[in-house]
Structures are given as structure tokens and as C-alpha cells.
């Protein structure tokens, strides 16, 4: 197959653990025999006296380069952050569309792989039906949980899945919303993130511990997530004030970035926490491993979730995790040897952790667990569900605008 995958989470040059996972879905799914894809990453345009500023670092970006032998555009759109929201979708397409037309008459592809259904998938349907090219929708996770409840957004989503040729969901949860929101589509495959094997291992505790210069004795939490509020970090950190007083020696580690860390610093603060929580900030993927091995358990306290990488990541390297009942969550703790699910509020996370902390667990198990979900076998039933859309009859006309 030709494949043109669109989607503006793709990693970059500047940014290369952003959204990893779509790089190892995408870059096994090219080394299947008989695939070749291009990759189109749009990003705002920012003029470049901006370059060093946290919205106009991507100035700096060049128009192609090459992400894991792959090869990667950034053509770039108009948009005025939060004014231009109704329009992202439509705005995206613009920018696009030239750059689309000019790769799809060198390659002739046969579909069009897009990730993110708004504004992403949007652009891609519209980008579709001008070029002639069936289109493959993928949702993640905020893209239904959150952008539907926009009443001038949720009919642009609603139009671009009942045009696409084919829809995927990351998780059985998200598929449910997403038939929910539109039951024209009558159907939508189900491909679950995987993990790497290769990154992602168990290593000795202590070991661990003294790689991140952590006591041997202690009880550890480890916590990788985005310090914003789906992810529930509020949450954790009200439960690590009930842990303080029900676990001695204990410890919590944050690790990510996020708008929210110096809220979450006072609020550490105000519950007589702060002693016990440790911000760590930004890791590296390939190092995450290390926090993973030496924590006793690791916590995802999300609000929403599609298919959270952290869950499979830490039971890859041997370590049970508490979280919460949302998204795909209870999908992939589906066994009570893989984990504890938990509802989202601090007293059940807290009780979640002090049954993890106390039982015993078997690391062998969730190492080989997780690592029978590998990217290979993802990267096959993508190429099958990609196969089946470009088979699958679509009325394909000249663009329209979504009404």
C-alpha cells in the first residue's frame, strides 16, 4: 500500500518523544512488506522572530525531515489560538491541500492513514474527497471525549466519520462514543496500542532506585502524566495526603510537565504533602524505564483516557498499576493479577494504593503480559483495517463544507 498518514501529533525534530506512540504504530506499519508512507504533520504558522517562545518554537521546523526513516512535511496553516477553534478543521485543510496534491501525484496513494479526528481527521476527509482517496480515521481520546461537547464542533466531527471510508477507536470505550455520537457509521474497529519491548523492561528495584537517587526503603508511586487536569493529578496528590497518614515512608514522583505544576505545588503545600511528593518533571521515553522499575506501584488518576501507553509501559517493566475506571483503562487491567481499578476520586485511589503497596505480585506475569501486546502485531491489523477501507465502497464527491 501507499499510505499518506496525516496527523499533526506526529514526533518531531524538536519535539521527538511527543506522541511516540504514533511514530511506533506508523513506523512498523511501514516495514511491512509492500507499504510505503509519507507522513504530514501540520503545524500553525508562527513567524519566525517567535521562534523561542512556547507557541512559535515550531518557526524553527523545516518544511521535510526524516523521523525513523520516515519521511516527515510540515506545511503550515493560518490559525489565531482559541478564536480560530470552529474553523481549526477547514483552516488545517487549506494549508494542506496543495502539499497533498503535489506528494499524491508522485506516490498515488491508496489511502489516506489520519489520526486525531478533529481537526485532523476533518482536514483529511476534506483533503480525501478533493484528491480522490479513501480516508481511515483514527480517535485517541480528547478528540471524542471532549471536542463533541462543542455545539459549533460536534457536527464537523459528526460529518467527517460519516465520510470516512473506514474508523478506528484506540479503545472498546471510545468506540461506544463515537457510535453513540454518530450510529450512521454502524461500525468501528477497535486497534489498542502496543509497547516496546525493547524500551520498556523490568530492571533490579534497587538498582533503580540508585539510578535515580531514590532510598532503598521507602514505598514508591510513580506517576507519569501530563500535569493538566484530565489527567487527574489533583486527584493522586489528594490521595498522597491520606497515604502520608496511613503509609509511613512513602513517596510519590510526578513525572511529566504540564500548565498545572505550580497549582499542584500549593496545593501540595495546603494538604501537608509536600514533603512526600516529588515533581520530577519531563523524562525521557527511553529512560521512563528506570522510575517504573523502582516504584512498588505506578498510579494513572485520569478523568478520561483513550488507550494510556503508561498502563502497558509499567506492568512492561514489572510494576502493578492503580487506575482509575475510565477509557481503556479496565480494558487493559482486565485481570485483577494486572492492576487495581479504581473510581476517580482521592479516597479510592488512596485505597487503590494501599492495596497495591501490601499485596504481593507476581512481576513476571505483567512483564509477559504486556509484552504480547507488541507494536508488530498492531502495525498488522492496522495494515488489515487499512486494506478493508480502501476495499470498502465510499461515495467519494467534490468537497463540501461540514454544516
Known amino acids: 500500500m501507499r499510505i499518506l498518514t496525516f496527523t499533526s501529533l506526529f514526533p518531531n525534530s524538536l519535539a521527538p518523544d511527543s506522541a511516540i506512540f504514533l511514530l ?36 524553527s521546523l523545516p518544511a521535510m525531515e526524516m523521523i525513523a526513516g520516515l519521511p516527515v512535511h510540515h506545511p503550515r496553516y493560518g490559525l489565531i489560538p482559541r478564536v480560530s477553534m470552529p474553523v481549526h478543521g477547514l483552516l488545517m485543510y487549506a494549508g494542506c491541500l496543495s502539499l497533498a496534491r503535489r ?19 476533518l482536514a483529511a476527509v476534506l483533503i480525501g474527497r478533493s484528491l480522490g482517496i479513501p480516508v481511515a480515521l483514527t480517535a485517541r481520546g480528547t478528540d471524542i471525549h471532549t471536542f463533541p461537547g462543542l455545539p459549533t464542533i460536534r457536527p464537523q466531527i459528526r460529518w467527517a466519520l460519516r465520510h470516512a471510508a473506514g ?7 471510545l468506540a461506544s462514543i463515537m457510535l453513540a455520537l454518530e450510529p450512521a457509521i454502524g461500525s468501528v474497529d477497535v486497534i489498542e496500542n502496543g509497547v516496546d519491548g525493547e524500551r520498556f523492561f523490568a530492571e533490579d528495584r534497587l538498582l533503580a532506585r540508585k539510578k535515580i537517587g531514590l532510598n532503598a526503603d521507602e514505598k514508591i508511586v510513580v506517576s507519569v502524566a501530563a500535569l493538566k487536569h484530565v489527567k487527574g493529578p489533583d ?10 497518614k496511613s503509609t509511613p515512608r512513602c513517596r510519590i514522583l510526578f513525572v511529566g510537565k504540564g500548565p498545572e505544576l505550580s497549582a499542584l505545588q500549593r496545593l501540595a503545600s495546603q494538604l501537608d504533602c509536600a514533603d512526600i511528593c516529588t515533581f520530577v518533571g ?17 498510579c494513572l488518576a485520569s478523568r478520561n483516557e483513550g488507550w494510556p501507553n503508561v498502563v502497558l509501559e509499567s506492568l512492561a517493566c514489572g510494576t502493578p498499576v492503580v487506575g482509575t475506571n475510565v477509557g481503556g ?6 485481570q485483577p493479577e494486572l492492576g487495581i481499578v479504581v473510581a476517580a476520586n482521592p479516597q479510592s485511589i488512596h485505597a487503590g494504593l494501599r492495596q497495591a503497596i501490601d499485596r504481593r505480585w507476581n512481576p513476571d506475569l505483567l512483564v509477559a503480559y504486556a509484552r504480547a501486546q507488541t507494536w508488530d502485531n498492531v502495525a498488522a491489523r492496522v495494515d488489515d483495517f487499512l486494506q478493508r477501507s480502501i476495499q470498502r465502497k465510499s461515495t467519494i464527491l467534490h468537497p463540501a463544507i461540514p454544516s
Open 235 to 244: 486527584l493522586l496528590l489528594r490521595a498522597a495526603s491520606l497515604l502520608k
Open 282 to 298: 519531563p523524562v525521557a521515553n527511553e529512560q521512563l524505564r528506570h522510575y517504573y522499575s523502582a516504584a512498588d506501584v505506578s
Open 329 to 334: 483503562v479496565p480494558e487493559i487491567l482486565r
Open 24 to 59: 511506533q504504530r506508523i513506523s512498523h506499519l511501514a516495514r511491512r512488506q509492500g507499504n510505503q508512507v509519507e507522513v504530514v504533520a501540520p503545524i500553525p504558522y508562527a513567524p519566525k522572530y517567535l521562534r523561542d517562545t512556547s507557541r512559535g518554537y515550531l518557526a
Open 103 to 121: 506528494l499524491h501525484r508522485q506516490h498515488h496513494f491508496d489511502c489516506i492513514d489520519a489520526h486525531y479526528v478533529f481537526p485532523d481527521g
Open 167 to 173: 474508523i478506528a477507536a484506540v479503545s472498546s470505550s
